[in-house]
Structures are given as C-alpha cells and as structure tokens.
C-alpha cells in the first residue's frame, strides 16, 4: 500500500498561514473541519507547529519534524525529516501534513490532495503557503462559509486533487495569488 500524502491548510488571500506563531484569525468553521478530516489519522507538522499547538491533538498520531536530536515532547513520534516522517507512516493509507510553511513547501510536491480553506480576506502575517502550479492542481470540492459571530472572515472549504505530475515550475507557470483562479 502507497501511503497517499494530503496538505490541510488555511489561507489568506495574500497566503499568510501564520503570525507570531498563531493563527492569524478565529474560524471556528476551520477547526471544526480540521478535527473531522484528521481525526483517526497520522498528522505531521514541524517543531514551531507543535509548540503553537503545545500538545498533541486528540485521536491522531503525531509526528514532530525537529533537527533537534534530543526533541522528545510527550505523547508524539519525532522525525529528523519529512522523508522520515513519511517513512515512519509507511503504513498508513493517508497522511495529512498539517505546517508549517517550511514543512508545507517540502510536501506539496509530494501531495495527492488538498484540503484547503481559502480565506477571504487579506492579513498580516510572517508565515505564508508556498505559491504553487494551479494547472496542476483542480478543485474536485468546494462550499463557502459566511463570516458570523464565531468566524471572523467568509472562507471556502476545497479539496484539490493533483492532475499531473509536477513539473520545474518557471516563471509563468507558478501562481503568486492562488485566488486568480476564481472566475
């Protein structure tokens, strides 16, 4: 069994995922459908993901990717890598990472499919989803979700499943906004 490998991400328009290691809004929509796609599933994040997070999450196994050799938090499998992490859930039939930015852009060539909540509004952040070829990617689902008293921006829910292999992106082909696509 080919373990498939999935992103889970939420976005602004301008690609912030992060500010000073959180969220940079409240989408309790978001969360709510984090916990349904990645419960009973191997979730991996980097170090400064962890640590945002500050434990492991309920009903997941979860890996840690750290450089440092004597990370051990409680309740989580370590990996010096991605390659490492993958390798760790070879048995697995899905993995989902779940960021940050560094581990995002190792992954995404990797990735089958993406569980992506675009939102609607453009903040400031210091992290951000790497740009990557629309063309190679195409929405398979979608539903958009008012902002309300426990969402603080409208958002839509996609999956995006991979077409193509991917190629050496150039200049042309990699889309900087990804909302472009929009019609």
Same mark, same amino acid.
């Given at each position: 069994?080919?373990?498939?490998?999935?992103?889970?991400?939420?976005?602004?328009?301008?690609?912030?995922?992060?500010?000073?290691?959180? /969220? !940079?809004?409240?989408?309790?929509?978001? $969360?709510? &459908?984090?916990? @349904?796609?990645?419960? #009973?599933?191997?979730?991996?994040?980097?170090?400064?993901?962890?640590?945002?997070?500050?434990?492991?999450?309920?009903?997941?196994?979860?890996?840690?990717?750290?450089?440092?050799?004597?990370?051990?938090?409680?309740?989580?499998?370590?990996?010096?890598?991605?390659?490492?992490?993958?390798?760790?859930?070879?048995?697995?039939?899905?993995?989902?990472?779940?960021?940050?930015?560094?581990?995002?852009?190792?992954? /995404? !060539?990797?990735?089958?499919?993406?569980? $992506?909540? &675009?939102?609607? @509004?453009?903040?400031? #952040?210091?992290?951000?989803?790497?740009?990557?070829?629309?063309?190679?990617?195409?929405?398979?689902?979608?539903?958009?979700?008012?902002?309300?008293?426990?969402?603080?921006?409208?958002?839509?829910?996609?999956?995006?499943?991979?077409?193509?292999?991917?190629?050496?992106?150039?200049?042309?082909?990699?889309?900087?906004?990804?909302?472009?696509?929009?019609?």
């Amino acid at each position: 069994m080919k373990t498939q490998l999935a992103v889970i991400v939420a976005m602004a328009e301008n690609r912030v995922i992060g500010r000073d290691g959180t /969220l !940079p809004w409240h989408l309790s929509a978001d $969360l709510k &459908r984090f916990r @349904a796609i990645t419960t #009973g599933h191997w979730i991996v994040m980097g170090r400064k993901t962890y640590e945002s997070i500050g434990r492991p999450l309920p009903n997941r196994t979860t890996v840690v990717i750290s450089r440092q050799t004597d990370y051990a938090p409680p309740g989580v499998l370590v990996a010096g890598s991605l390659a490492a992490a993958l390798e760790m859930a070879a048995d697995q039939e899905r993995v989902f990472v779940v960021g940050g930015e560094q581990i995002y852009r190792q992954a /995404l !060539p990797l990735a089958s499919t993406i569980y $992506l909540t &675009r939102v609607q @509004a453009t903040v400031a #952040g210091d992290r951000f989803f790497p740009a990557w070829d629309s063309a190679a990617w195409r929405v398979v689902q979608q539903s958009d979700h008012s902002a309300d008293e426990k969402n603080d921006y409208p958002s839509s829910f996609e999956v995006l499943e991979r077409v193509c292999q991917p190629e050496e992106p150039d200049e042309t082909s990699v889309v900087s906004n990804p909302f472009s696509h929009r019609s």
